[in-house]
């Protein structure tokens, strides 16, 4: 699966309690929004591994979004 940034993006996640929190500019929404229309696209048990040493900002918490 083919998965593309869009330039100057910034994202950072965060689990807070029982809350997990995005954040993101205009170019991170994009970006993560055009990833899910590909993960959509792909075979069930595909995912999408997010954490700050490849995609996220220093100190975010890991996110794994999976297509069932």
């Given at each position: 699966m083919q998965i593309t940034w869009k330039d100057d993006?910034?994202?950072?996640f965060r689990i807070d309690g029982s809350t997990a929190v995005i954040s993101a500019?205009?170019?991170g929404l994009l970006s993560l929004a055009e990833q899910l229309v590909t993960l959509a696209g792909e075979e069930p048990g595909s995912h999408i591994h997010y954490d700050e040493y490849n995609s996220?900002?220093?100190?975010s918490d890991e996110l794994i979004i999976e297509k069932i």
């Open positions: 993006f910034e994202i950072r500019n205009r170019n996220f900002e220093d100190g």
